[in-house]
């Protein structure tokens, strides 16, 4: 005779997990099958896309790989091309170990960039965001599945509407070129303080990475908020309605699904934000920087840590 399984029970904070799990999963599939009835309120702040032809499969261990894009464009829909990447990273996620690395690339880095000949990286996105992801790829030979590009203005727009993300500031930043002027501490910053942060270049200690490290710094101030908020369902709800007002997304809604509920599960804490090391220089006329990565690449390419 079979011995029926015995019935598991969950702790309160198992079910408080799950009611997370399920709510969040609930809410973002509301969220897309609404999408196609949402009014115009005008240009959205982020764009966030597959790659072609790219798979992600985490239930087999496979690590995400996601670019991070920030262009230097005013006004327009992120993914409209035309203007120069200033934010320029690659975010690694073991979805088995719970950990992962961010790479974060001086947008002045004088590297092979496809379509264009040897530049400047940022010059990348001139030809759109998927022309920095095949650069991207090329240079480091990391798979990456999804890109996700915003620009200045819906930025500010975005981290205001969200109630701000409180950073870590490393050293006393003073920078007229970008507005940052902060004392060294963790404080709370709204969407005007968050874009001088991560533009603040001419003052910190070196220069355009020292820029692309604090940069790396704001992406895991903003997972750690994520992460930190969606215990409360009612903030849930606050993401899901500013995601429809500020995204624009052609992901589809099963693996927008994984991709949230795997930013629950990241403690912050184990996220290692890795500047690709190398050099200032000049090429010409024009001040750039030449990248020396080492084994950078390698170590992060199979499994997403350093």
């Avoid at 949402?38 to 896309?49: D, E, L, W």
């Avoid at 507005?179 to 303080?193: E, S, V, Y």
């Amino acid at each position: 005779m079979s011995v029926p399984a015995p019935i598991r029970r969950h702790t309160p904070r198992g079910r408080a997990a799950i009611l997370a799990a399920l709510t969040l999963s609930l809410a973002i599939g509301a969220w897309w099958l609404a999408e196609p009835f949402r009014a115009s309120a005008g240009t959205p702040a982020v764009g966030i896309h597959k790659v072609q032809g790219a798979i992600w499969r985490p239930e087999v261990g496979q690590p995400l790989f996601i670019a991070i894009l920030g262009s230097d464009t005013r006004k327009g829909p992120p993914d409209g091309g035309g203007g120069r990447c200033d934010s320029i990273h690659i975010v690694g996620i073991n979805p088995t170990a719970k950990a992962g690395t961010i790479l974060n690339f001086p947008r002045d880095s004088y590297v092979p960039v496809a379509g264009q000949g040897t530049t400047k990286i940022n010059s990348a996105c001139t030809s759109g965001p998927q022309n920095m992801v095949r650069t991207l790829t090329n240079l480091t030979g990391i798979p990456i599945q999804y890109y996700a590009i915003t620009e200045f203005s819906h930025f500010v727009a975005l981290v205001n509407e969200l109630g701000g993300i409180t950073v870590p500031i490393p050293y006393r930043m003073l920078d007229s070129a970008s507005g940052a002027d902060f004392q060294p501490g963790t404080f709370p910053l709204n969407g005007n303080q968050a874009l001088a942060f991560s533009r603040a270049r001419k003052t910190v200690p070196k220069g355009d990475f020292s820029r692309s490290e604090n940069q790396g710094t704001l992406i895991i101030a903003a997972l750690s908020k994520f992460r930190s908020e969606m215990a409360d369902p009612h903030r849930l709800f606050d993401y899901v309605r500013v995601g429809r007002r500020h995204t624009q997304s052609t992901v589809p809604l099963g693996e927008v699904v994984k991709l949230a509920l795997l930013a629950k599960e990241i403690d912050p804490a184990n996220i290692k934000n890795v500047t690709v090391p190398g050099s200032a220089g000049s090429a010409g006329a024009a001040s750039v920087v030449f990248l020396a990565p080492g084994d950078t690449f390698a170590r992060v390419k199979d499994d997403a840590i350093y």
